[in-house]
Structures are given as structure tokens and as C-alpha cells.
């Protein structure tokens, strides 16, 4: 079987620093105990059984609020996907050690949304309802800012045209979509002030399945169900490249009759996908006589 290997894929910047922030503190002895993540660090169950085996124990919940009322001493890590200045206040009125692995394009956007309420803009934020990334940014400005999803969600503002509206984005969501809705922001506020802040390894990955997976007859995307850039890559290799897409976990889910007349078969990766996951996969294929 021929297998088009997707590049890039699998981990990006973000996740590798956040990783390794969290592996660095459950090394450091003179840390304050437990260490607690403030949800997932990444949206993968293999890295987070990875660090639960280090002594690092992961806590979720509906929000970051909630989740850290359930700490009491020792260490908090914020998560890649960023928090809102009320949880870090929080946490340290409760004298709790606070590590925040943020990534840094997250950060762009925490910075970005500030700065435009202090120009007097009112914010406009593309992202998923439910993620933790659009909570950490609209806890920034509450107040002066809406998350948007689709363009239903763009209608039911009652905002005016004598506002100053700017847009901003979550990082991990897809160009494609993200075009859509701007598009229909624009009609409805032409002077709206535009940021696109998807980040450039949640781009990369789109742009590569988009072109790459041409002309196969499968995508196997590898990644955690809560990963929203790797449910993202499912959505752009049956939309934009035209190829039926399935997301595994790991190789264990893969399931043998989805190869049946198949003659190529892409593979790609989340960005929060552990490489080791996704060599399996290529390693099976390669290997695999119908």
C-alpha cells in the first residue's frame, strides 16, 4: 500500500514547550506539592497519561474557575491553551505556585484583544463554544467582547454601526472557515477591523493536507477527539482535498475495513499528536497486505 506521509504534522512549538514545562516541574523537587495542570495540557490522553506517571495529576472541569476550586495546595500549571487573568489572580490569593505554559501565539492574542479595548474597540471572537482557548482570551476584556462561532451567532448581535468592532480569531481553528465568517461579519460591519490569529503550525498542517492529500483515497488524521486543529484536518481533507478522512487515536482504532480497495492512503497528524502515535500507523500501512 502506498502511503503519502503529510508534512508537516504532529507536534508543533506550542505543545513541545508546554510538554516540557510540565516534565521540567515534576523533575524540580523544590516545588511545592502536588503539582496540578489546570485542565488538559494538551488535548491528548497519551501525553497527559505520560505525565500522570511522573507524578503530575491533570484536573478538568467546565471552566478554569471551577477546576482550580478544586485545588487546595502546591502547584498550579495553566494549560497551552492559555487563562484569564481572574483564574491567575485567583490562584494566587490562595497562595498557590502558578506556572503558566501558555503558548506564545495564544499569548499574541491575549495581548492583541487588550489593546484594541483600550483603543475603544468592541472585540468580535471567532472560535469554538466550550474550548478552553476562547475562555482564556474573552476573560481579558469581559464585557467588550462576543464569541462568535457561525454566522447565526454574527446575526444575533445587536451591536451598531457607530461602534468600532475589530475580529479576532482562536489559533487552531480552519483558515477556511474562519474566511467564511469574517465574510459575513464584513457585511454586516464593513468597517470592521480584521486580525486573523491562527497560528502558523495550525495553518501549515491545513495548507499541507489540503494539497498533499490529493489523489489519495484515505486520510488517516491521528489525534485526540478533543483536539480541535486535529478535527480541523478531518474537515479540510473532505472539503478542500476531496478525500474521506477517519481520526484515530492510535493505532489500536484503526480498523481494517476502511482499507478495502484502497490503493493510497495519506497520514497526518495533530498538532498535539505524539510523533510515536503516528509512525505506528505509517509503519502499519506500509506493512499492510490486503
Avoid at 90 to 95: K, M
Avoid at 159 to 171: C, D, E, F, H, R
Avoid at 236 to 242: D, K, P, T
Avoid at 262 to 287: D, H, N, W, Y
Amino acid at each position: 500500500m502506498e502511503v503519502i506521509k503529510i508534512s508537516p504534522r504532529g507536534y508543533c512549538y506550542g505543545v513541545v514547550d508546554a510538554l516540557q514545562i510540565v516534565r521540567q516541574a515534576a523533575k524540580n523537587a523544590d516545588l511545592p506539592r502536588p503539582i496540578h495542570v489546570i485542565g488538559q495540557i494538551i488535548h491528548n490522553r497519551h501525553a497527559i497519561e505520560e505525565l500522570t506517571r511522573m507524578g503530575v495529576i491533570t484536573l478538568d472541569g467546565p471552566d478554569r474557575v471551577s477546576i482550580l476550586e478544586q485545588v487546595k495546595e502546591g502547584t498550579v500549571i495553566f494549560t497551552a491553551h492559555g487563562v484569564s487573568p481572574s483564574v491567575k489572580r485567583r490562584a494566587q490569593e490562595r497562595g498557590l505556585h502558578c506556572i503558566d505554559a501558555s503558548c506564545p501565539d495564544v499569548t499574541v492574542t491575549h495581548d492583541l484583544v487588550r489593546a484594541l479595548v483600550a483603543q475603544g474597540y468592541y472585540i468580535l471572537y471567532i472560535g469554538k463554544k466550550g474550548h478552553p482557548e476562547p475562555e482564556g482570551v474573552m476573560g481579558e476584556v469581559p464585557g467588550h467582547i462576543s464569541l462568535v462561532e457561525t454566522e447565526a451567532d454574527v446575526d444575533a448581535l445587536s451591536l451598531t454601526q457607530q461602534q468600532k468592532i475589530a475580529v479576532s480569531t482562536q489559533t487552531t481553528l480552519s483558515k477556511w472557515d474562519t474566511q467564511r465568517i469574517v465574510q459575513h461579519i464584513k457585511e454586516h460591519y464593513p468597517s470592521a477591523e480584521i486580525h486573523i490569529d491562527i497560528c502558523p503550525a495550525t495553518q501549515s498542517r491545513q495548507e499541507a493536507i489540503a494539497s498533499q492529500a490529493k489523489g489519495a483515497d484515505l486520510t488517516i488524521v491521528v489525534g485526540d477527539p478533543h483536539s480541535n486543529n486535529t478535527n480541523r484536518l478531518v474537515q479540510v481533507s473532505e472539503e478542500l482535498a476531496g478525500v474521506p478522512a477517519m481520526r484515530i487515536e492510535d493505532l489500536s482504532q484503526l480498523k481494517t475495513e476502511w482499507l478495502k480497495g484502497k490503493k493510497r492512503v495519506a497520514v497526518t497528524a495533530g498538532a498535539s499528536t505524539p510523533s510515536q502515535l503516528t509512525r505506528a500507523v505509517i509503519r502499519f500501512l506500509e506493512q499492510y497486505q490486503p
